[in-house]
């Protein structure tokens, strides 16, 4: 059973870049043909899909976010990590990773509050 944990700073600052790591027990993240997600939700919002890591390092992002997102990943410690730069406040959320698209399993979800 795979399991994923987020780690990083709960503060940023506004124009800072955000970085959040998933480390995935259970589960290899080179895995035909398993994908893995960023998503966030602001407060009083929907769900936001963020962008994609693919087993074999591929990478797709949101539209709305492609100029600020990069999705990367550490194969020998099976972690995949997001940063977004330029962040303003309305980046505050809870952010996630997660496995698959639509997600099979989830992170528990971590608070990022953009903020000086």
């Known amino acids: 059973q795979v399991q994923l944990q987020e780690s990083g700073p709960g ?3 506004p124009s800072q ?3 959040l790591t998933c ?3 259970g589960g290899s993240i080179t895995k035909a043909y398993y994908v893995w997600s960023w998503i966030r939700q602001p407060p009083g919002k929907g769900l936001e899909w963020m962008g994609v890591i693919a087993y074999d390092g ?6 709305s976010l492609k100029s600020r997102i990069s999705i990367s990943r550490d194969t020998s410690k099976n972690q995949f990590s997001l ?3 330029s962040v303003t406040p309305e980046d505050t959320a809870v952010y996630y990773c997660a ?3 639509p997600p099979d399993s989830w992170a ?5 509050t953009v903020s000086s």
């Open 23 to 25: 480390t995935v027990s």
């Open 83 to 85: 940063q977004l730069s």
């Open 11 to 13: 503060l940023v600052k």
């Open 58 to 63: 591929g990478t797709y992002y949101s539209p």
């Open 108 to 112: 528990q979800g971590t608070q990022v």
């Open 17 to 19: 870049t955000l970085s």
């Open 99 to 101: 496995r698959g698209i």
